[in-house]
Nanobody, 124 residues
Framework: VQLQASGGGLVQAGGSLRLSCAAS????????MGWFRQAPEKEREFVAA????????YYADSVKGRFTISRDNNKNTMYLQMNSLKPEDTAVFYC??????????????????WGQGTLVTVSS
């Protein structure tokens, strides 16, 4: 599967952005999907994940209550609605897909397919 992330940009603190991740292929609906991010000079970190049917979601503590992950399997697209953005949210955001059984949703090694990343910059 090929993934294409979009929707990043520059926003002021307290603002909102919605990221999208468009997937190719007919197996999108079978994958656990996730968002990760990497800030300058920092390790890539988990942001959020969603089950194949959208019924289960999982968030990093740092974004709980502010970010919402969702998916539309009819459109082969996953979303990340980001509200109340903070300067520390500035990072390149990556979408990822995990085929098969996923035991550790927050672990990047579980995801076999990655998009190219979209930059989110939050100004103070």
């Amino acid at each position: 599967v090929q993934l294409q992330a979009s929707g990043g940009g520059l926003v002021q603190a307290g603002g909102s952005l919605r990221l999208s991740c468009a997937a190719s292929g007919r197996t999108f609906s079978t994958y656990v999907m996730g968002w990760f991010r990497q800030a300058p000079e920092k390790e890539r970190e988990f942001v959020a994940a969603i089950s194949w049917n959208g019924f289960a979601t999982y968030y990093a503590d740092s974004v709980k209550g502010r970010f919402t992950i969702s998916r539309d399997n009819n459109k082969n697209t996953m979303y990340l609605q980001m509200n109340s953005l903070k300067p520390e949210d500035t990072a390149v955001f990556y979408c990822a897909a995990a085929p098969g059984l996923v035991r550790r949703w927050g672990t990047s090694d579980e995801y076999g397919y990655w998009g190219q990343g979209t930059l989110v910059t939050v100004s103070s």
